[in-house]
């Protein structure tokens, strides 16, 4: 028996020649923060925007402050005390790339940089490359780090 597969977006036969609507790869989820919309339901987050705040859920989480899912998230505070230097750089970039990869299916991370503000020295910025599979839309994820610099650094 063959497997079904997704709807192409084409008139299937027997519709008259009717459209029908392709499959919606990237969904809806709750907006974060959590707040109502105008007709006093939860606001859902649709399309390129459920994406960006789900990579940030990702990115801002901390394994094990989920009980019910331990290993969701990045580890990211593990460089809050450490140096702005190009290997802490390196291994920030490494963690943020394996985060997505686990546990954001519907994009391909394409590059992650890490760089930082000579005039403030505890800011990283992590900027994600990503596409999103289902539309091969390019996009980025600009994450704000901050850390906590050694005495007389700052």
Not at 33 to 61: C, F, K, N, S, W
Request: aromatic share 10%.
């Amino acid at each position: 028996m063959p497997l079904p597969s997704l709807p192409s977006g084409g008139p299937p036969a027997g519709s008259g020649g009717q459209r029908v609507p392709a499959v919606d790869f990237v969904g809806a989820g709750w907006a974060f923060p959590v707040r109502t919309d105008a007709q006093g339901g939860i606001a859902l987050a649709r399309g390129r925007h459920e994406i960006e705040q789900a990579m940030y859920l990702i990115l801002a989480t901390y394994p094990g402050e989920r009980p019910m899912r331990p290993h969701f998230g990045c580890r990211l505070r593990d460089f809050v005390f450490g140096d702005t230097g190009g290997r802490t750089r390196a291994e920030m970039a490494n963690a943020v790339r394996e985060a997505l990869l686990v546990w954001e299916p519907r994009i391909d991370v394409d590059e992650v940089e890490v760089t930082g503000e000579p005039d403030r020295p505890s800011l990283l910025h992590i900027n994600v490359l990503y596409t999103v599979k289902t539309t091969n839309d390019r996009r980025n994820l600009v994450f704000p780090f901050y850390v906590i610099p050694e005495e007389g650094d700052y």
